[in-house]
């Protein structure tokens, strides 16, 4: 047992008997006071060039894991792995490059490409091309051997007259010693020997120089042609996949079938890239002129080929039409970019909209915000059921609500509850199939109609007369000329309604070529963009066209216009449910089209952002001192829907060359009663005598004549076109065919024949003037506010 040990084991025994007469005695500890007021020493630190180091370091560590480090990093290594390769292909430059010039001087010297002109004239039988090119031969053969005598003549004088002077300057040097020689030809051999010098190594230099030159050249002659050097730059990365030069490009149009490109490729030629392979937003843009016989529709034909050369899906792949039919725009996304949403709308928390500088609509094909506008165009949505074209046309009428100036109409031909939490801020709004709700939104369309004729008027009433509404005009609460956005979803049904659908199309249509300039905003959606059920000129006027995922080519140039599909702009590619929410759309910006990936406002099961939005529309209005127009005001004095006898006539003559005005008679009372059922032949006549018809004689009875008829229907078309004609103040905002009329003081002119107020013919029966026509009724109220409801029928439920 050590000392200390035992020690403590003794004074442990001891303890008992020494009982309660010992005193404990604790460990007695050795120390010092300390005083606090003295300075106390300092802890260790690090040295402050220690701390400058580990500073550089880590910025070096940063500089190191960056991006562009990363990047030259791997190129390095890449480029290590192919060195091997990158010989070999180098050595092949240089020896395809000597075999190019060779054949170059080859065919100069023999003159290869006047002989190849000559047998072409003699095989197409042109004498005269084939004299020419031998003339052109000769000639040139002639002044080449010219030049070449020339050339050696002065080769041999030179020579005759400086090696007699060599000589003599060398005789000389041998026979004299240089301190014997005079001034000047001491300075003479001097400069000679100092020429002499440079040479000795100047030469040796070139004879390394020269070579290296030559193969540099030889390499650069002997490249391949294709544009591009993407293997040269392109590193085996994780992203190399995104990738897209000019090369790449020219690859794939080489193997897509086109037989005047196959032939192009084959007689050695190069495509011209007038805008270079240059990254776009999330994918890459190239402009590419297309070779003589091949136009741009040709390659959109095969777009699914071109993407399986390029290795993209479709949908990653747009092949279009630039500004002629032989340029090519190319526009490819990055892999996988468009499988992700455009995320939440940016307004969905907080924000405010002004409808004249537009509303976030979704994210591009390069991934920037689209700014749909709203103000001054129409819009016409469609697509399958469920791919999201009525969240689309939501999505406008929030940002729209989000405007306190703005008035909301909305119409849903059917029983959806999509725009249920719109009531709040609507103050026209019907929903459900039943024919009282198509009667509200014919109403609502000549309402508006009647509308744009008072705005017309307003505008011409003001100082400088503006050609159409403004912002500044908008805010005048007193005008009322305020933004109008009244949107109809499945527009379908109320077109082809059996009762209403034929004068809605005609007022939509009338309305969409005139109401932009008044601040009237007409947004249709439909899940059936046939021919049937859109009328052509809804088509054919509408500034912005959105198709989701179509059907076919009927579908998608009957949203977006026709020949849309022939140009490489096809909705048929978005495939059903994978690309819900996305997009085809035209007209939303200055590209000739775009992929557009909607923003979403959840409207469903546990899931409700759109009612939040309206509450702060709503906040919004008070918090401006205006308030949300009731449906519970007065109705609007508006003209009643008036019957268009011409197009009745056309229906009821069935396809029939010539009816008998008796038959016609019969025929309309049992199409319109209510219209019809009193006219006479004095009714008939007066109501055609307008549009230059009438009745005619025909085997000795009164008939009406289906050419005539259908003559008439033409002219009053064409007079309908040429009103939508604008006056090219603001050419270049909309498309041809959507700028109104500009109004002129008061819209003093007179109707159209085709919009006068058509009377029966005999005293007594009811006169109902058009509501295109520009007037209203005698009793017709002062509508300089905002429009009211349709009276107490203006909500459903």
Sequence with gaps: ??????????????????????????????????????????????????????????????????????????????????????????????????????????????????????????????????????????????????????????????????????????????????????????????????????????????????????????????????????????????????????????????????????????????????????????????????????????????????????????????????????????????????????????????????????????????????????????????????????????????????????????????????????????????????????????????????????????????????????RKLADKAGLGLHPLVCGIDECHELFQHPKYGKKAAELAVRLIKRGRKYGIVLLLATQSPTKDSIPREVTRNVSCGVAFSVADQVANDGLLGSGKYAAGIRATELRINTDRGTCVAVGVTDETFELVRTFYVPFEDGADDVTPVIGRAVALIEETGRAVESSARPQLDAAPVVADHLADVAAVLDGEKRVRTQVVLNRLARHDPGEYGEWTFRDLTAALAPHGVGPVKSDGNKVIRADDVAAALARRDRDDAGSGDGDGRDAGRDPAGTQGLLPDGSLPESPRSDQREHGSGTPGTRRRPDPGSGRKPADSGNASGSLPDDGGGGRDG
């Design 1 to 470: 047992m050590s000392e200390p040990n035992r020690e403590n084991h003794e004074h442990n025994a001891l303890a008992p008997a020494a009982g309660r007469d010992v005193e404990h005695v604790g460990p007695v500890l050795d120390g010092e006071l300390i005083d606090d007021t003295l300075p106390q020493p300092r802890g260790r630190t690090m040295p402050d060039r220690v701390s400058a180091w580990r500073r550089v370091a880590d910025a070096a560590g940063r500089v190191w894991r960056s991006g562009p480090m990363v990047r030259a990093r791997s190129l390095v290594a890449y480029r290590a792995r192919k060195a091997p390769v990158d010989v070999l292909r180098l050595v092949w430059f240089v020896a395809r490059g000597n075999w190019r010039w060779l054949v170059k001087f080859w065919n100069w010297a023999t003159y290869a490409d006047l002989r190849a002109d000559a047998r072409r004239a003699r095989l197409a039988g042109d004498a005269e091309a084939r004299r020419a090119a031998q003339e052109l031969i000769r000639s040139d053969a002639t002044a080449r051997w010219a030049k070449l005598g020339i050339a050696v003549r002065r080769v041999v004088i030179t020579v005759r007259v400086a090696a007699p002077v060599v000589g003599v300057l060398w005789l000389v040097d041998s026979v004299m010693d240089r301190a014997d020689m005079w001034p000047w030809l001491a300075d003479v051999y001097t400069g000679v020997e100092t020429m002499w010098s440079a040479l000795r190594v100047v030469v040796p230099l070139l004879l390394v120089v020269v070579p290296v030159v030559w193969a540099v050249a030889a390499a650069f002659e002997g490249r391949d042609r294709s544009p591009g050097a993407g293997w040269l730059v392109r590193p085996d990365r994780d992203d190399a996949d995104s990738w897209i030069d000019e090369r790449m490009i020219s690859k794939a149009l080489a193997h897509l079938g086109i037989a005047p490109l196959d032939r192009f490729y084959r007689d050695g030629g190069e495509l011209v890239y007038t805008v270079a392979a240059r990254k776009d937003g999330d994918g890459t843009f190239a402009q590419v002129r297309l070779p003589l016989g091949v136009t741009a529709d040709m390659v959109a034909a095969r777009r699914s080929k071109l993407a399986a050369n390029l290795g993209r899906a479709s949908l990653e792949t747009w092949p279009t039409k630039g500004d002629e039919d032989g340029v090519l725009d190319l526009w490819v996304a990055d892999k996988g970019v468009l499988r992700g949403g455009a995320g939440g709308w940016p307004l969905v928390a907080d924000g405010q909209v002004d409808v004249f500088e537009g509303v976030p609509f979704g994210l591009s094909q390069r991934g920037t915000v689209i700014n749909a506008p709203l103000l001054g165009v129409n819009w016409l949505i469609g697509g399958r059921p469920g791919q999201g074209k009525s969240a689309a046309l939501r999505t406008l009428l929030l940002g729209a609500a989000l405007d306190p100036t703005a008035e909301l109409w909305a119409f849903v031909m059917g029983e959806s509850p999509d725009f249920e939490p719109f009531r709040p801020r609507l103050s026209r709004y019907r929903m459900g199939m039943d024919d009282s709700v198509a009667e509200a939104a014919t109403q609502a369309l000549a309402d508006l109609l009647t509308e744009m004729e008072r705005r017309g008027k307003i505008l011409g009433e003001q100082p400088g007369r503006p050609p159409k509404v403004s």
